[in-house]
């Protein structure tokens, strides 16, 4: 038995599951891949094995792993005495740096996941309209909290008509009532939106979503459809809200906001802004803002909100983000690798949709044709996806079994070719 499966019985005695988070289980290798190290572009497993890492922390890596300013980031955080629940003056230049950044972000407050600062966020809307409702889209996921885990995967028969989709609770333990506060929508479909706002309005505090939806395997909106969302919310005053834990310094250094030319009310950034340490930021304009205790009366509110070894390398993941030309290399590298991708499908015959965003796409075996909506993509080819993701993991390439992957900054042409060889060799294996 390998290092690896030994961990894993172990850890199966002691954490439901042997994960420490429910998503890390995998589910070609029947278990988490169990790591010794990451460095760059690459993890190391248990048993010695090195893959190129296609996964990247669900896409927090943006820099690659163990990047050497962050490290020195975290480091210097430790010799100001490991302290926390306490203001410096680096809590202050980051938001500083976010108010240049992130066209909505007049004013930000730190938790530390995305999750987290969701539910503060609800919270912050419905104290800033004085409504309860939240206008929802069907296939966005926007973290664990109860009252908005809600229909990021339905399954159909639970999921009610497509142009009236039901809340599905996510979990057991969420309770029903929480459902009344959802108003659940297709993604872009512009006549449901804006029935939507016309029957529930004066009890919709804010709709929220993804602006590039990653989580259903990478559904841009359509052309014009983030236009009309800011329209109806200025015209009924609710608050719009960008969940761009993901999108957040991806593919551009103020985030999809910038990259789409919305602006949102508010907006939570996570994952890449920590460069892989958990940091998340609650960003909007002043006036919503202002709603937060002490000012106002909406809590935040933590003994570990914006710990040092947190606010420190996020600083420095900024300023690695803001050099020149770091959104054109990567957003270059990352199309040739796209480009590639699709002539290897193409070449294969395979029925395989590719659909990506700057370092981070979808792959949906079985389908072909642009996905707009969740319903798009259901009827995904599973087994085969599981076949590819196997065949590449036996070649040294990891893929996560998730809905969007990617690649870092620390990604080579040279690494990202070898990753188009094992693919290639992957879907030959599998047709
Ligand atoms: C769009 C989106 N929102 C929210 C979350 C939740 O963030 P976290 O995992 O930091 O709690 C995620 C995490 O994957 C996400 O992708």
Redesign the pocket.
Known sequence: MNQADQLYQQAVQVLPGGVCATARYHHVLKRPLFIDRGDGAYVYDVDGNKYIDMCMS?GASLLGHNHPRIKEAIIKALDMGIICAYETEYHTALAQRLSEIIPCGDMSRFSG????T?MHAIRLARTATGRQKILKIEGH????ADEINFSWGPPLDKAGPAHAPQPYPESAGIPPVLADDIVMIPYNETDLLRQAFEQHHQDIAMLIL?PIN??AGCLLPDDGYLEVCRELCDEYGVVLFF?E??TAFRMALGGAQEYLGITPDLCVL??AFGAGTPI?AISGKREIMSHMRPLGQSEHSGTYLAHLTTVLPALVALEEYSQSDFYTTLNAKAQRFYDGFQDIIDRSGLAIRIQYAGPRFGMHFGLEGKLRTYRDTIGRDVEMERKFIGACLERGVYFHTALHHGMSAAHTDDDLSQVLDVIEHALNEIK
């Open positions: 669900h996941s995305g999750t987290e969701i996921f926007h973290g664990y993804e990653y989580d969940d834990v993901l996570g994952k998340s």
